[in-house]
């Protein structure tokens, strides 16, 4: 087990900076996934980290040791590829126990650590076939069980589950958590570019601007738990990745800003009041309100807005309401309990509770909410 700094790292290709100025520390023991959108950068990052890819700038460790030029095979991590990378000509058994054969370790060890990840793996009546002989979760978990008979101070994994259908992949995934509880708890980066799998097995996310921004602030856009990125988005971009279907942005104009509280009216007209504090923005300045559409509801018990309804769908345990929200192509999303149906043009109320609603200001940055902090359940401040 060891931990992993990374101290301004920095990435080009040529004269292109791919990824800029990424400060992070992987506690030991630690689950990090890296998300963000096609392109961002996740792999590269990752790849530096294993030894695979030169790091233009900037300082890797791990354990307390510089890694800048050290080769991969004396990094002690093991990495799993969305490619299972198998050798097709041997068994299961074989492929667990080909690093350790050529490290000269003595038979009765190998055994023994490939009969343990094969019973942690579920794959210990399959060690005698070939990897063309399995389905794509057996494989997949033939590459994990690699990983892990190294025993290594640190786990990469890049995108393991891409190539499964969804039901495995669900599975998969709860395995791969299972595994980082039971065994020994590696620290582990984990690259992905959807953010359920992040929110699901993460201790920590690090969210990355898409690639071709050409932000201010670095590849970083924000590092917490999963319900610190959910709940306290630090800008427009993390409100709109985390979180399906995406949140809904509605223009506007700050009216007043108190403690803790600011006024809203909306370029459509309404007026909402807001739990957050804006006191930084003068009145009149442009804002966007953002809100869940798990966080509004049909009905006008609280501030509401009226919509026409375009398009729902039916999920069985919920419905989907599009709203037109008076902008193109940006339906106001409805998540309503699946019993709810409306008949398509009518009028639907909307509530939007003030402590539900999130504000940014014209440059896309979050105001500070003001909900109090544990109703949204932070843990472990970084
Ligand atoms: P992700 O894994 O987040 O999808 P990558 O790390 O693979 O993204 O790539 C980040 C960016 O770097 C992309 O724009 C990609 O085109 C570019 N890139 C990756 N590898 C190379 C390379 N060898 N040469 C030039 N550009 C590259
Ligand atoms: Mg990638």
């Given amino acids: 087990m060891a931990n992993i700094e990374l101290r301004a790292v920095h990435k080009s290709y040529g004269a292109v900076p791919v990824i800029r100025n990424v400060d ?3 506690r030991e023991g630690e689950f990090c996934v890296f998300v963000g959108p096609s392109g961002c950068g996740k792999s590269t990052l ?7 890819e030169d790091i233009s700038g900037g300082e890797l460790l791990i354990g307390g040791q510089r890694m800048n030029d050290v080769r991969p095979a004396r990094r ?5 590829f969305q ?4 050798f097709p000509h ?14 000269k370790v003595d038979e009765a060890t190998v055994r023994r650590k490939v009969d343990e990840a094969a019973r942690v793996l579920h794959l210990s009546h399959l060690l005698d076939r070939k990897p063309k002989a399995l389905s794509g ?3 997949q978990r033939v590459a994990i069980g690699r990983a892990i008979v190294r025993e290594p101070g640190v786990f990469l994994f890049d995108e393991p589950l891409s190539n499964l259908d969804a039901a495995l992949r669900v599975q998969t995934r709860f395995e791969i958590a299972k595994i980082h509880r039971d065994f020994g708890r590696a620290s582990t980066v984990y690259v992905t570019h959807d953010q359920v799998e992040a929110m699901t097995l993460a201790d920590r996310i690090l969210l990355l601007n898409a690639g071709e921004a050409v932000l201010k602030e670095g590849s970083v856009a924000q590092c917490g738990s999963p319900l610190e990125l959910y709940h306290r988005p630090r800008n427009r971009f993390v409100a709109g990745f985390i979180g399906s279907p995406q ?6 104009t700050l009216v007043a800003a108190e403690a803790g509280q600011a006024t809203v009216r909306l370029d459509s007209g309404e007026t909402l009041l807001a739990c957050v504090d804006a006191r930084r923005l003068a009145a009149g300045a442009r804002v966007t309100v953002g809100v869940r559409p798990e966080h509004t509801e049909p009905g006008t018990a ?5 919509r026409p309804l375009q398009w729902q769908e039916r999920l069985g345990e919920s419905t989907y309401l599009y709203l037109d929200s008076g902008q193109p192509e940006q339906p106001l999303v409805v998540k309503a309990p699946g019993h709810v149906y409306a008949a398509a043009g009518q009028r639907i109320a909307l509530s939007l509770p003030a402590p539900a609603l999130h504000l940014f200001d014209d440059q896309g940055l979050a105001l500070e909410r003001s909900v109090p902090v544990a109703d949204l359940l932070l843990p472990q401040a970084a």
Avoid: C, W
Wanted: proline share 2%; charged share 10%.
């Fill in 24 to 26: 992070l520390e992987v």
């Fill in 46 to 52: 990752l790849r530096m980290i294993a030894g695979l």
């Fill in 76 to 80: 002690g991590v093991a990495m799993v």
């Fill in 83 to 86: 490619s299972y990378a198998l």
């Fill in 90 to 103: 041997l068994s299961v058994y074989d492929n667990l126990a080909f690093g350790m054969k050529l490290a």
């Fill in 137 to 139: 979760g057996q494989r």
């Fill in 247 to 252: 949140m809904n942005f509605l223009p506007g």
């Fill in 302 to 306: 609280t501030q509401h807005i009226a």
